[in-house]
């Protein structure tokens, strides 16, 4: 996935993507929103390796702003036709200025109109998408 709007990219994950992975999972201050208070405490061979696991059902995304990394996206199938997003803006300097539902926004069109998902009719206000 490539997916670009005004100054911002969402962009798949790649093992050269690693090293600034690493660094912002292992930052507690970064991942205590996720309960992970000292980071994940892993290396950046392992962030690496783990890439190879990505596939169209499962795959991560480095976000950039103005050609810099900022954070992440993720989406994961974790059963059949569903489709769960996260989101993380990593640099605290542009948090809190609205791209974040910008960059959802891009996101969750790209997985409707490129990728087959759709809205779940039988239960809309479930937090995710079907296939």
């Not at 929103?33 to 890439?51: P, V």
């Not at 997985?111 to 479930?126: A, T, V």
Request: proline content about 3%; hydrophobic content about 35%; overall charge negative.
């Amino acid at each position: 996935m490539f997916l670009a709007y005004q100054n911002l990219v969402i962009r798949n994950a790649t093992e050269g993507d690693a090293q600034q992975l690493c660094t912002w999972w292992n930052d507690g201050k970064i991942m205590a929103h996720a309960g992970y208070y000292n980071g994940l405490g892993i290396t950046t061979e392992q962030a690496a390796k783990s890439f190879a696991e990505d596939d169209e059902k499962s795959r991560r995304h480095v976000i950039e702003y103005d050609d810099k990394p900022i954070g992440e996206m993720n989406y994961r199938t974790p059963e059949d036709k569903v489709a769960r997003i996260g989101i993380k803006i990593c640099d605290f300097a542009v948090q809190e200025k609205g791209l974040g539902t910008i960059l959802l926004t891009i996101f969750i069109d790209a997985l409707f109109s490129h990728y087959g998902y759709e809205k779940n009719r039988d239960s809309p206000s479930l937090p995710y998408i079907t296939k």
